[in-house]
């Protein structure tokens, strides 16, 4: 059995992810394309009470997300909406709103598997699980991700957190989550392992 879905994806994240920057991504969130959330403390709106993970308005931090990497790495909330609600609340405690950095922003899950299903941007396959044209796992696919990975993030830590990873990607790219067997991977794995002497890898 896979992990579940991802629940957030850190916003320089999802641009390493996309080959985008993360001006970019909050041009896109600003046009409401995407959703920016975070957590905070408790806070008091005049007479509401919030706390927990909250939507932002990319437009209110927008120099944050200048292209030319000038702009300022924090910035005050001074207003927020629960993920479920309609309604913008302006902080009035603490008077100063809230602080965060472009590190404390995310994008939920859901959110970026919408946004690239809807572009496209990895040539999902609706058929679920993601198989190839001629109905097999695509192994092909496992490959370019296997090297942006590599290219990326470098290598993981052992075989098993590698699996579940590709695991994880092969789900995300079904509708119905669906992913080869461990023993499926491994076999395909091993001679990549063996390339870039991945020696002792852990099970």
Known sequence: MGLPQRVFYPVHE????????????????AM???????????????DVR?????????ADILPMFRRCGTGPQEAHLRRVRQLEGEDWHYITAP????????GDLMILGQEVQRFEDTNNLFGRVAEGAGLSDDGDYDWTGMNVEITRRVFEEGLPKSQAEWIRELQDWFAAQSETGE?????SI??????????????????
Do not use: H, Y
Request: charged share 25%; with cysteine; proline share 8%.
């Open 32 to 46: 409401g394309m995407l959703k920016f959330v975070t957590g905070i403390p408790p806070i008091a709106c005049d």
């Open 14 to 29: 999802t641009a390493a992810r996309w080959g985008c920057t993360v001006s970019d991504i909050a041009g896109w969130a």
């Open 95 to 102: 008077e100063e709103g809230v602080l965060v950095s472009i």
């Open 179 to 183: 992913f080869p067997d461990e023993r």
């Open 186 to 203: 491994r076999r395909r794995l091993a001679p990549i392992l063996k390339a870039v002497k991945f020696k002792n890898p852990k099970r």
């Open 50 to 58: 919030i706390a927990g993970l909250v939507q932002i308005e990319p």
